[in-house]
């Protein structure tokens, strides 16, 4: 069974409007962490914001913040004031606590923004 | 400018050929990870490195090999390749502490890799 789902393969927004990319995971560890990455065309993959299983608030990073919403195991990113540099493929990945130092991440979400 | 350098960025290899994918990292992490990652498949792990030990191996197959001199260093041995080895091969770093699962993979540029 796949850990990480991500449904939307492809997603398009307007430029300076908000958009929110799925994600939800499965795991029976109670220890467990949240992250997401913008990986631009030219490959590199780029930390964006984590969310822990015990943090009691969304997590924000400037434009980027979590709706984490542990009963239903999802952990959406929202992009808010869309830039059209915001155009990526953007991943979401877990680690969990009993699971060692690795990721699993899904498969991603490729996101266009447009004028 | 990242913290963590792969070279080459492209590589084009025959089946015959043996190569090696360097990358350095600049961030005094103490893991160090290979990911592939192949078009419409989530990135797959293949080798962790963790205090210059390798603490997971991803059945991944032999003609990958890698090597870890230093916390700094890690290289991707290939030797036989097979063209559905193609893929973006990326390097990772991390620091790892006991307990905190918080720590984010800082990645490289990865390697455009093409068998033929």
């Known amino acids: 069974a796949q850990k990480i789902t991500q449904t939307q393969p492809g997603m398009f927004v307007q430029e300076k409007e908000a958009v929110t990319l799925d994600c939800t995971y499965d795991?029976?560890?109670?220890?467990?962490?949240l992250f997401w990455y913008k990986q631009p065309s030219s490959g590199e993959m780029i930390f964006l914001i984590y969310q822990g299983s015990y943090d009691q608030q969304n997590a924000t990073e400037g434009r980027y913040s979590l709706n984490f919403q542990k009963a239903r195991k999802s952990a959406n990113l929202v992009i808010s004031a869309s830039q059209l540099g915001d155009s990526a493929m953007y991943f979401c990945a877990m680690r969990e606590g009993g699971g060692g130092n690795k990721l699993t991440f899904g498969t991603g979400t490729q996101l266009k923004v447009e004028l | 400018e990242t913290g963590v350098t792969q070279t080459p960025r492209h590589l084009v290899m025959g089946m015959t050929n043996k190569k090696s994918l360097k990358c350095e990292q600049h961030?005094?992490?103490?893991?160090m990870y290979w990911y592939k990652q192949s078009a419409k498949k989530p990135l797959e792990l293949m080798f962790v490195?963790?205090?210059?030990?390798?603490?997971e191996n991803n059945s991944v197959p032999s003609r990958f090999s890698p090597e870890c001199p230093n916390s700094s260093h890690l290289f991707l041995h290939l030797h036989t390749l097979q063209p559905e080895d193609s893929a973006l091969y990326l390097c990772?770093?991390?620091?790892?502490?006991?307990?905190?699962?918080?720590?984010?993979?800082?990645f490289g540029n990865g390697t455009r890799l093409t068998v033929t």
């Open positions: 490195y963790s205090l210059e030990e390798r603490v």
């Open positions: 795991t029976s560890d109670p220890s467990y962490g």
């Open positions: 961030l005094g992490h103490n893991a």
């Open positions: 990772a770093s991390s620091q790892v502490v006991a307990g905190n699962i918080n720590s984010p993979l800082h």
